[in-house]
């Protein structure tokens, strides 16, 4: 159902622009206007200027709200005939602004200069303009039209075989209302793909007039129509946002990118003493194909059964990783001590020690996740891996635990003791985005029991399920 609009408050427009700007106009008089009547489920095509009131700059102002714009021909009031008044023809030239002969019984255009028109209308195929405003029975006045003057009107233009045409029928056909709402729609040509692949965009949108198409990667379009490049893995929230500069509509597909890897976990457990607790599990890990990386502090003091525990663990594929010589806190060590001191004291034995019961060493774990810059840069050359700890973490899809095959040297890994405060629902839903990605998620705990009596420890029924 269309709809005609004559501004919000039903001001001359010459003259409310002599005192404001466009924008005010625009926002104040046309724009509330059109969104009154779309309110009430009204499409708009055209727009009456108030008192016929109208010039260049407004007919430019409002040619991309509306299909047709009607003024008046107040000339033809003076008693002219309506077929002396040719502006008052829309004669299908797509002209934007028509201009209209008032019918109301004070106008002072008779009924036989009314039918003269609608007789050279239809004998030219053009399409009279008429208007008027308060239909009445009674004696009319200023601004009234009779109902016999009216059905005088109707009755005589069918008569003649005239047909009946709305405003939004006539105007620029190539008009493409810019207050219609916009719908953003498009499509990918995959939502899962490999760092480094192309995802192909095409855009389905309607009666927009521009687009911005945010990959969610840090770059954009201007068109919805484009092939990009995800360079690097993740999650990304592609949104479309259309706008034809009234109504804006946005629309968010997710595109996974992934490493090409096989997702899964690196599990550690950290101190010399929880060795033989891994060792009396090492059957169920087993039984999953799972195996760990063995943190170590101060194994020569240790018996015999602890090292050959060690020894099973390693021969069943784990790997046996530093933790400290003394399982000191490395910042606060560097405090009070030369970089040489921390090395020779902390580090090289630490190294010396499992690399002298025949084990490579690749990586440490920082005693208490105390480490900086200073101490990444010093451990650099020693070790492929440097893990520290998400101390904050409660929930495992909010940290960043996540190796991503991108050569970072520093893992954060979320502690997964009882008494850390991270749920197994929460590592189940960090495994299954490691998994959906190809990323590894980083755990790590301590002593493995069966009944858990304080901190650092985890029951064996969790981490059985994960």
């Known amino acids: 159902m269309g709809?005609?609009?004559?501004?919000?408050?039903?001001?001359?427009?010459v003259a409310y622009l002599n005192n404001y700007t466009s924008d005010v106009w625009l926002n104040q008089e046309i724009i509330s206007n059109i969104?009154?009547?779309?309110?009430?489920?009204?499409?708009?095509?055209?727009?009456?200027?108030?008192?016929?009131?109208?010039?260049?700059?407004?007919?430019?102002?409002l040619a991309q709200y509306f299909r047709t714009l009607r003024s008046s021909e107040f000339e033809t009031m003076d008693g002219q005939n309506v077929n002396d008044t040719p502006d008052a023809y829309y004669k299908w030239d797509d002209?934007?602004?028509?201009?209209?002969v008032e019918i109301d019984d004070q106008s002072n255009v008779s009924l036989e200069s009314i039918k003269a028109g609608i007789d050279y209308a239809i004998a030219n195929e053009y399409v009279l303009l008429l208007y008027g405003h308060v239909i009445t029975s009674g004696t009319p006045a200023e601004?009234?039209?009779?109902?016999?003057?009216?059905?005088?009107?109707?009755?005589?233009?069918?008569?003649?075989?005239?047909?009946?045409?709305?405003?939004?029928?006539?105007?620029?056909?190539?008009?493409?209302?810019?207050?219609s709402n916009v719908t953003a729609n498009f499509t990918i040509s995959a939502d899962t793909i490999v760092a480094g692949g192309d995802v192909?965009?095409?855009?389905?949108?309607?009666?927009?007039?521009?687009?911005?198409?945010?990959?969610?990667?840090?770059?954009?379009?201007?068109?919805?129509?484009?092939?990009?490049?995800?360079a690097t893995p993740g999650t990304y929230n592609a949104v479309l946002t259309v706008t034809n500069g009234i109504h804006s509509h946005?629309?968010?597909?997710?595109?996974?990118?992934?490493?090409?890897?096989?997702?899964?976990?690196?599990?550690?457990?950290?101190?010399?003493?929880?060795?033989?607790?891994?060792?009396?599990?090492?059957?169920?890990?087993?039984?999953?194909?799972?195996?760990?990386?063995?943190?170590?502090?101060?194994?020569?003091?240790?018996?015999?059964?602890?090292?050959?525990?060690?020894?099973?663990?390693?021969?069943a594929g784990w790997e046996?990783?530093?933790?400290?010589?003394?399982?000191?806190?490395?910042?606060?060590?560097?405090?009070?001590?030369?970089?040489?001191?921390?090395?020779n004291q902390e580090i090289f034995p630490n190294i010396a020690e499992i690399t002298g019961y025949g084990y490579p060493v690749y990586s440490l774990a920082y005693p208490y996740s105390s480490r900086n810059e200073t101490t990444d840069s010093l451990l650099a050359p020693y070790f492929r891996t440097l893990r520290s700890t998400n101390f904050e973490t409660v929930n495992v899809n909010e940290s960043n635990a996540y190796y991503k095959w991108d050569d970072a040297r520093v893992v954060y890994g979320v502690e997964i003791d009882d008494q850390s405060n991270v749920s197994l629902e929460s590592i189940k839903y960090g495994i299954d985005y490691a998994m959906q990605h190809g990323y590894v998620l980083v755990l790590y705990g301590h002593a493995i029991t069966s009944n858990v009596t304080g901190e650092y420890q985890t029951s064996t029924s969790s981490w059985n399920q994960f």
Not at 95 to 100: C, P, S, W
Not at 145 to 164: C, M, N, P, R, V
Not at 291 to 305: E, K, V
Request: hydrophobic fraction near 30%.
């Open 95 to 100: 002209t934007q602004v028509l201009y209209a």
């Open 200 to 230: 192909t965009f095409v855009g389905y949108s309607i009666n927009q007039t521009s687009e911005f198409l945010d990959f969610g990667d840090g770059t954009s379009s201007t068109s919805a129509n484009v092939t990009h490049t995800y």
């Open 320 to 343: 046996i990783a530093g933790h400290g010589y003394n399982h000191l806190n490395s910042i606060e060590f560097l405090n009070n001590s030369t970089s040489e001191e921390w090395l």
């Open 143 to 179: 601004y009234q039209t009779s109902t016999s003057k009216l059905e005088e009107i109707l009755s005589y233009t069918k008569a003649q075989g005239g047909d009946f045409y709305l405003l939004g029928d006539l105007g620029n056909s190539s008009w493409s209302s810019a207050t």
């Open 35 to 61: 969104d009154a009547l779309n309110a009430l489920g009204f499409s708009v095509y055209s727009f009456a200027y108030p008192y016929g009131s109208r010039d260049n700059n407004t007919d430019a102002l």
């Open 250 to 315: 946005s629309i968010t597909k997710t595109i996974i990118v992934t490493t090409g890897r096989t997702g899964g976990v690196a599990l550690s457990w950290d101190d010399v003493q929880n060795i033989g607790p891994c060792y009396e599990n090492l059957a169920t890990f087993q039984t999953y194909n799972a195996s760990c990386t063995m943190n170590i502090n101060n194994l020569s003091a240790w018996g015999q059964g602890t090292t050959d525990n060690l020894s099973a663990l390693h021969n």
């Open 3 to 13: 709809s005609s609009c004559t501004w919000h408050n039903h001001e001359d427009s």
